[in-house]
Every structure is written in structure tokens, then in C-alpha cells.
């Protein structure tokens, strides 16, 4: 199943929403936000510096991991960016890929 990195930056109504309700309330609604999408929240962290929230879920494919990202932007108590991952034997077989490429200059 595809792995995607969601991070989260709150709008100060979701920040306001957080405080009332508690981190761990945010945590469980994600969680089954993701499951109710055929997928499951593999790391789910708040944090300092780019983003309020990162979350590390596998969901079934692109689309699903879009409308993930659509619904919760749109909800408008938080912004989202995701981000697909790889894994180091998808990276292997990417780069024993033959690609016809000429680079500007060249």
C-alpha cells in the first residue's frame, strides 16, 4: 500500500479546537478519518518549526491520499501538503531505469 507523509498546519480556529479538545482528540480523528479510507496511520506527531502535525499513513492509492487532503484543507482548521514516499527498493528500481535525457547545455 502507497505511504504518504501529510503535514498540517493549524488555522488558529483548528489551534483553538486543539486546545479545547486535546492533542490525542486530533490523533483518533485522523486515525479514523484514514481507516474509514481503507488505510491505516502508521506515525501521527506534533512539532516544531514547517508544520504543526506530520503524519506518516499508508492509504490505498493517490486518489484516496488526495481526497484525504482535499476534505481537511477544505474543513478549514488546518492547511495540508502531502508527500509520497518511496521505499529504498522502489528508489533501486527507479534508478536501473533506462531514461533518454539530454540536459540544457549538453
Known amino acids: 500500500m502507497p505511504k504518504y507523509l501529510i503535514k498540517a498546519n493549524y488555522t488558529l480556529e483548528g489551534l483553538k479546537g486543539v ?19 481503507g488505510g491505516t496511520v502508521e506515525s501521527f506527531y506534533f512539532a ?25 484543507s477544505a474543513a478549514g482548521g488546518a492547511q495540508t501538503s502531502t508527500v509520497k514516499l518511496f521505499a529504498v527498493e522502489q528508489a ?15
Do not use: C, Q
Not at 514547517?50 to 499508508?58: I, P, T
Not at 533501486?92 to 549538453?106: F, I, M, N, R, T
Open 48 to 72: 516544531f518549526g514547517d508544520a504543526d502535525v506530520y503524519v506518516v499513513a499508508n492509504l490505498p492509492d493517490d486518489e484516496s491520499a488526495a481526497a484525504v487532503a482535499f476534505t481537511v
Open 92 to 106: 533501486d528500481a527507479a534508478l536501473g531505469l533506462s531514461v533518454d535525457y539530454v540536459p540544457p547545455g549538453g
Open 19 to 37: 486546545r479545547a479538545k486535546g492533542a490525542k482528540s486530533r490523533a483518533d480523528v485522523v486515525g479514523n478519518m484514514v481507516n474509514g479510507m
